[in-house]
């Protein structure tokens, strides 16, 4: 008898300025230890996607975590796997069975959107300068279902409306 593997939930985390701005000229336009460590938090012990500029505004792989970083560009590097498309990278992240974490940047963000099951967001209470933009969301596809007041952001957790879920393939 064979048991079903259910799929690992796929998130989308980020931090964004009131304003949209998720960074500025290859990195995050402000400093926030309180949602760094919630960051950290939450993805401990998943696999994490992201694009390779992300990456180098990091600067290392994130530890305790599966880093995949998308890229055709870099060199092998001791901690991180390198798909060169977004579709090779969650195919090779669903096979670990682990949550899936995509941390940016805004293109990654913007195809995770339409496959993701929750968004965890937090809103800073500021405005930043800057020159890559979080994608819009969709109010009639996505729904907030948790809000953490935090003294510099908001933490939204957002989840796909059940109308919404499963239409990939549907029609």
């Known amino acids: 008898m064979t048991m079903a593997i259910e799929k690992p939930e796929e998130i989308i985390v980020a931090a964004v300025a009131s304003n949209g701005v998720i960074g500025a000229k290859g990195r995050i336009p402000w400093h926030c230890p309180e949602d760094l460590r919630l960051f950290r938090a939450l993805t401990l012990g998943g696999t994490v996607i992201m ?4 990456y180098h505004s990091i600067g290392h792989p994130l530890a305790g975590r599966r880093n995949i970083v998308i890229s055709s560009t870099l060199s092998e590097t ?4 390198l798909p060169p498309t977004f579709d090779a990278a969650v195919a090779l992240a669903l096979s670990f069975l682990a949550p899936i974490y995509y941390c940016g940047g805004a293109q990654i963000y913007a195809r995770a959107l339409e496959r993701a099951d929750a968004i ?9 300068e800057g020159d ?21 952001f908001v933490h939204l957790r ?14």
């Open 51 to 54: 694009g390779r500029r992300t």
């Open 78 to 81: 001791p901690g991180i796997i």
């Open 120 to 128: 965890y967001l937090s809103r800073m209470k500021a405005n930043a």
């Open 132 to 152: 890559v933009f979080f994608p819009d969301i969709d109010p009639l596809v996505w729904q907030v279902v948790q809000e953490e007041d935090f003294a510099d």
């Open 158 to 171: 957002y989840r796909r409306n059940s109308a919404e879920h499963g239409i990939a393939g549907s029609g």
